[in-house]
């Protein structure tokens, strides 16, 4: 027990993860508005919350528009339900963006705002408006939330799949993990000659690749909901997908020679190879160009901007106890490849 | 090896077509899921597989210590 402590410990942490990245509810937000256009004059807007509580905190609730400098506050305001709310707005003349951002605030959900929510039609749009124009005092001082609850943050295009965070990363950094170890064995096995490592740096490599697998996978989900394609021409993606490509060679190289000792020399110098090649596909070349995927080509990762505190508490115990189960079932392979060498040599003793 | 390949490959396009079925809906549909509590079964599902996963590797783990044991007797 006391030297398996580390495998409780990733179990452990990959069901709290998984109960908490599943359950915990997304903080409230705009779904959707309707229409998506305004026009000079009165405009009558419906509003569609998320996981909102227009109804509970229609007392303190107010609505406004962003347009540049100038705030646009409604004339006429009547909650539907805890998701729906109607606002009349009366859109002036001259603006000085071409698309206005909606908030939201009551107690009950604090304040929650949609960026770009309406596109301006057939208004002028100017580069600054005077400053009587402007309108900021129809705000008044936003309302605090009540109690605030642990949730995940609501992002207009990713919405629920936020939480694929928790397996999609941990699924390419246990990939990564396993593929280092496997090539720190491949390096062992040059310097040793010792079959065991050739067979450790096989069974790291299946291993990882199963966890490329399941990345790929949710990736492509994940695609397919906020991009609408289950894949798109990214140099992160193909560069991905060509990392595991160049892993799939490396079984085909071993399995193609017959003499074992001769497959495993080639095996071990081509897994060093393969892994500069997946780092070079997977890391270097994705962040030299433009990209849609987080962390690449300018886009944030883990940055404030797109992962929250509650994010993180669930995010790094995910990936600390998915990278224990990959070496978990990397050590598994490892002792089972021992068992049946040494019975094969007890065989022919 | 071409065993697995297959029981993988099954399990691949099953998986790919139950989420392109759920994407396939309207954005209503995790609503729907919600709100009729049918969301709380998937999750369920999600966590039993999940738990079987660890369960297996936990019988694996002690049946290969057993056979590492009986091993170093043999020896």
């Known amino acids: 027990m006391a030297r398996n402590w580390w495998k409780v410990l990733s179990a452990l942490l990959v069901l709290t993860?998984?109960?908490?990245?599943?359950?915990?509810?997304?903080?409230?937000?705009?779904?959707?508005?309707?229409?998506?256009?305004?026009?000079?004059?009165?405009?009558?807007?419906?509003?569609?919350?998320?996981?909102?509580?227009?109804?509970?905190?229609?007392?303190?609730?107010?609505?406004?528009?962003?347009?540049?400098?100038?705030?646009?506050?409604?004339?006429?305001?009547?909650?539907?339900?805890?998701?729906?709310?109607?606002?009349?707005?009366?859109?002036?003349?001259?603006?000085?963006?071409?698309?206005?951002?909606?908030?939201?605030?009551?107690?009950?959900?604090?304040?929650?705002?949609?960026?770009?929510?309406?596109?301006?039609?057939?208004?002028?749009?100017?580069?600054?408006?005077?400053?009587?124009?402007?309108?900021?005092?129809?705000?008044?001082?936003?309302?605090?939330?009540?109690?605030?609850?642990?949730?995940?943050?609501?992002?207009?295009?990713?919405?629920?799949?936020?939480?694929?965070?928790?397996?999609?990363?941990?699924?390419?950094?246990?990939?990564?993990?396993?593929?280092?170890?496997?090539?720190?064995?491949?390096?062992?096995?040059?310097?040793?000659?010792?079959?065991?490592?050739?067979?450790?740096?096989?069974?790291?490599?299946?291993?990882?690749?199963?966890?490329?697998?399941?990345?790929?996978?949710?990736?492509?989900?994940?695609?397919?909901f906020t991009w609408g394609a289950w894949w798109v021409s990214d140099p992160r993606l193909n560069g991905a997908a060509l990392g595991v490509l160049v892993y799939l060679a490396y079984f085909v190289l071993k399995s193609s020679v017959n003499d074992s000792e001769k497959a495993a020399a080639l095996g071990a110098v081509y897994n060093i190879f393969a892994f500069v090649m997946m780092m070079l596909f997977i890391m270097v070349l994705p962040r030299m160009t433009d990209s849609l995927h987080p962390g690449v080509g300018g886009n944030p990762a883990f940055s404030q901007y797109d992962l929250d505190d509650n994010m993180r508490m669930i995010f790094y115990p995910a990936v600390i106890g998915w990278m224990g189960i990959g070496v978990w079932i990397m050590q598994l392979m490892n002792r089972t490849s021992a068992l049946k060498r040494a019975k094969i040599l007890r065989e022919y003793a | 090896m071409l065993k697995h390949l297959r029981q993988f490959f099954v399990l691949f396009i099953a998986y790919l077509m139950t989420v392109s079925s759920a994407l396939g809906q309207d954005r209503g549909f995790e609503d729907v899921m919600m709100d009729s509590g049918k969301l709380n079964v998937v999750f369920a599902v999600v966590v039993m597989l999940i738990v079987v996963m660890i369960g297996f590797l936990v019988y694996l783990d002690r049946r290969v210590s057993r056979m590492e044991r009986q091993e170093k007797i043999k020896k």
């Open chain 1, 17 to 224: 993860t998984l109960v908490i990245g599943l359950k915990a509810p997304l903080a409230p937000g705009i779904a959707e508005v309707s229409p998506e256009r305004l026009a000079y004059g009165v405009n009558s807007v419906t509003v569609t919350g998320y996981n909102t509580r227009f109804a509970e905190g229609e007392e303190d609730l107010q609505v406004w528009l962003s347009n540049g400098t100038q705030l646009i506050c409604p004339y006429e305001l009547s909650v539907v339900n805890d998701r729906e709310l109607r606002a009349t707005f009366s859109i002036p003349e001259k603006t000085e963006d071409a698309f206005f951002d909606l908030y939201v605030n009551n107690s009950k959900d604090g304040t929650v705002m949609l960026e770009s929510a309406f596109m301006q039609k057939d208004l002028t749009v100017v580069a600054s408006l005077p400053e009587n124009e402007r309108n900021p005092s129809c705000v008044r001082k936003p309302a605090v939330t009540e109690a605030a609850e642990f949730n995940f943050p609501n992002q207009s295009i990713l919405n629920e799949t936020i939480r694929n965070l928790f397996f999609h990363v941990p699924a390419w950094f246990t990939m990564m993990l396993l593929m280092g170890f496997s090539l720190a064995y491949s390096i062992l096995y040059l310097r040793r000659s010792d079959m065991a490592y050739d067979a450790k740096a096989s069974d790291a490599a299946t291993v990882g690749l199963v966890f490329a697998a399941a990345g790929l996978a949710t990736g492509s989900v994940w695609a397919r």
